[in-house]
């Protein structure tokens, strides 16, 4: 009688839940509307000597957030390793607007750092409004290309564990406040793209977690979950840094050299949305069209994706050979802004995270 009831339903529900979605878009599409400018004429947070911690803010979307947030005049706390990177730019924060801004090195990766980062932040203003978990590392390879899984945990730590940590010692202080957090997440979480499995599986994760989070906090604490696509500085600017025992191509999404264009526009997006409440911001949005295909028909984007894939031909490791020793020779670091593979110097080339 279960397996006849379960294959009624596979044959009923599906066609049923796209013909309701077909009517209700519209009315769905007009209260979105409705609430959005709703709450950007009357509910948008006055950050006016609000206190806010971005994490990762020593480079690209971090640092662009910390930016947005000074226009504001907030008292800002960044968060990275590299503390003289973070001066620089607590300087810039301050002449943009910022009421203040203290600079503390800490790996979110580490709870202690965390918990040291977020009691040195009550200490000095005594509250957390707004927490910005904005640190996060890509990479461009083929999963069975590797040869070194120990690079495996070093993904998933800083996409995962690094937004969870932080989030769990500020949660106390946030309920205090009635604040909110920030996360940065990418619409790889729901879109396959090759070359992407772990940061994507990570990504997945983290949406997953902070859905869930959402309805235990029950609206004490506010959530907004910031997804980007093809961001140009990503890919077009960023950094690629290979080091001594992981023999493959990393991207540092907080190794960016973001001087305009997308990432400042999805960086003022993130701070608008979090101060209007917004459960999500999306950049481009236009993206949320590859969901449909996602849930109603994903074979038509499986087969967009192959084709797309076939038409560049066969597939080829970016950059260093994954899987392929290096020469042998001194060691050493090699740092690289490219966007196209080009000739690596002789030696090993090690792999270290940096901030």
């Not at 009688?1 to 294959?7: E, F, G, I, Q």
């Not at 002449?95 to 801004?101: F, K, R």
């Not at 590392?137 to 070093?154: A, K, M, N, Q, W």
């Not at 038509?300 to 490791?317: C, E, I, M, Q």
Request: net charge neutral; proline share 4%; with cysteine.
């Amino acid at each position: 009688m279960m397996d006849l009831m379960t294959s009624f339903l596979n044959l009923v529900v599906p066609p049923a839940t796209m013909m309701m979605l077909a009517f209700s878009w519209p009315a769905l599409c007009f209260i979105n509307a409705c609430e959005w400018v709703y709450n950007t004429l009357y509910t948008i947070e006055d950050m006016d000597g609000k206190v806010v911690i971005i994490t990762g803010a020593s480079s690209g979307i971090g640092e662009q957030i910390a930016y947005e947030y000074a226009k504001r005049r907030a008292n800002l706390v960044l968060v990275a390793r590299r503390e003289q990177r973070l001066r620089a730019i607590s300087e810039k924060a301050r002449y943009l607007g910022a009421n203040s801004a203290i600079v503390i090195a800490a790996d979110v990766v580490k709870e202690d750092d965390c918990r040291r980062f977020v009691n040195e932040t009550v200490n000095f203003y005594g509250r957390v409004d707004h927490l910005v978990n904005a640190a996060s590392l890509g990479h461009t390879f083929y999963f069975d290309e590797v040869t070194d899984s120990s690079v495996f945990p070093i993904l998933l730590d800083i996409n995962f564990w690094g937004n969870v940590y932080p989030t769990f010692v500020a949660l106390p202080y946030l309920h205090q406040s009635n604040g909110r957090v920030i996360v940065n997440a990418s619409v790889e979480n729901w879109l396959p793209l090759p070359r992407m499995s772990l940061y994507a599986a990570a990504k997945a994760a983290l949406v997953n977690f902070y859905e869930t989070l959402r309805l235990e906090v029950n609206n004490d604490v506010g959530i907004t979950i910031a997804t980007h696509g093809w961001i140009g500085g990503e890919m077009t600017r960023g950094k690629f840094m290979l080091e001594e025992g992981a023999e493959m191509q990393w991207k540092e999404e907080r190794e960016v050299q973001a001087s305009g264009g997308p990432v400042e526009e999805f960086a003022r997006l993130i701070v608008s949305g979090a101060c209007r409440g917004d459960a999500y911001v999306k950049y481009p949005s236009w993206h949320d069209t590859f969901l449909l295909f996602r849930v109603f028909a994903p074979n038509v984007l499986n087969w967009s994706f192959r084709l797309l894939l076939s038409a560049h031909g066969t597939r080829r490791t970016s950059m260093v050979g994954v899987g392929k020793p290096m020469s042998e020779g001194g060691t050493g670091r090699y740092l690289m802004e490219t966007t196209s593979p080009r000739k690596l110097p002789a030696g090993p080339i090690t792999f270290s995270k940096t901030e």
